[in-house]
């Protein structure tokens, strides 16, 4: 991704977030001095707060599937200008953390404009190096490692009961839940806290029932950093690929992840985690959750989006696993074929 160039966009930016701009479209936005060919591209700030980018287009015009990610999103939107009906490439950021990426993503979708891209050729393009980018941001992340590495305590118990079992790891491959067997989901929460029972759910489908009478499994673990005692990331992901009958399935998920590099990333063999509980509980009616069901019709209301919830588990421990249901789920869990 190259380095911002335009200081005048980056000035733009900082006056939207001062207040700046007209109230176009209900969203703050500024023209820029820049025509794609079907009038200016804009900047503008969605309704919490989050960078967008508007970039008029032909009416009618598509994009390409899986534009849209973990922390970008991409649609063809409609808005009136001068009561005229119009229609806009919208990338908008989906992470305030990434709110300096993000920039640096619009930089770039403005520089091939300028050249001569076509709006849809100069977001495609744009897109396709900052996802790697974005991947390298996420892997560095502390909350990302202690996520990965439960996930990855639970892929090297799986290997154990079967060799096959790495290709139940579906979550980085962008899938429902982190692990989907024939007859068993699961989804794993970490955490460095040492007594807490606190998770966060990112979305009303993340503990929502698989739809098809598989059973949902949560996997909670807690961690703490630890000096030379513990594991590190590289370790599991070692052992993961020794244990499993077809490596390159654990591979293909890094890779997913952005860690191709893994065996030359410093901090995924220099920190170190041990895991200090491990619990399961099975996901059913009861559970303290929300799903897409628990809402009247018509709720949440057209709009609403990227609900995110907390779960205090010292709720939910009568659907905690004794270790006979435990067993028998992660053995079905594990079973591919």
């Given amino acids: ?13 900082r006056a939207l977030q001062l207040g700046g701009g007209s109230s176009e479209f209900s969203l703050a936005t500024i023209r820029l001095a820049l025509d794609a060919g079907f009038g200016p591209v804009r900047l503008a700030l969605g309704e919490n707060g989050e960078p967008r980018l508007l970039i008029p287009t032909e009416t009618g015009r598509r994009l390409p599937e899986g534009l849209s990610g973990a922390g970008v999103r991409v649609s063809v939107v409609h808005y009136l200008v001068a009561d005229v009906p119009g229609s806009f490439i919208e990338v908008a950021c989906g992470a305030s953390e990434l ?29 396709a190096e900052f996802r790697e980018l974005l991947l390298r941001e996420r892997a560095q992340s ?18 154990i009961i079967n060799s096959a079992a790495g290709s139940t790891w579906t979550g980085p491959l962008g899938q429902r839940f982190d692990f989907s067997g024939l007859r068993v989901c699961a989804e794993v ?11 966060h759910v990112s979305s009303l489908e993340q503990l929502a029932p698989a ?3 598989r059973a949902l ?21 070692e052992q993961g690929r020794h244990r499993s009958s077809a490596p390159d399935v654990i591979d293909r998920a890094l890779v997913c992840l952005g860690l191709d590099d893994w065996r030359t990333r410093e901090v995924l063999a220099d920190e170190r985690f041990q ?5 399961f509980y099975e996901v059913g009616p009861g559970f303290p959750q929300l799903t897409p069901d628990s809402f009247r019709p018509g709720h949440p209301v057209p709009g609403v989006r990227d609900i995110s919830y907390a779960v205090d ?3 939910a421990r009568s659907f905690l696993l004794d270790p006979t249901r435990r067993t028998a789920l992660l053995e079905a869990l594990a079973t591919v074929a």
Wanted: glycine share 8%; net charge negative.
């Fill in 1 to 13: 991704m190259t380095k911002p160039s335009d200081e005048s966009t980056r000035e733009a930016w």
């Fill in 99 to 127: 709110t300096e990426v993000f920039q640096s993503l619009s930089d770039e979708i403005l520089r091939r404009l300028r050249a001569g891209s076509g709006p849809e050729l100069a977001v495609t393009d744009a897109i």
């Fill in 142 to 159: 502390l909350e990302m490692r202690v996520g990965l590495f439960g996930e990855l305590v639970l892929l090297n118990e799986l290997l």
């Fill in 189 to 199: 929460k970490s955490t460095l806290q040492r007594s807490g029972s606190v998770i």
């Fill in 211 to 213: 739809g098809d009478e």
């Fill in 217 to 237: 499994v949560l996997a909670h673990t807690v961690l703490e950093r630890s000096g030379a005692g513990g594991q590190s990331l590289r370790e599991l992901i």
């Fill in 275 to 279: 895991a200090l509980r491990q619990e």
């Fill in 313 to 315: 588990l010292a709720h």
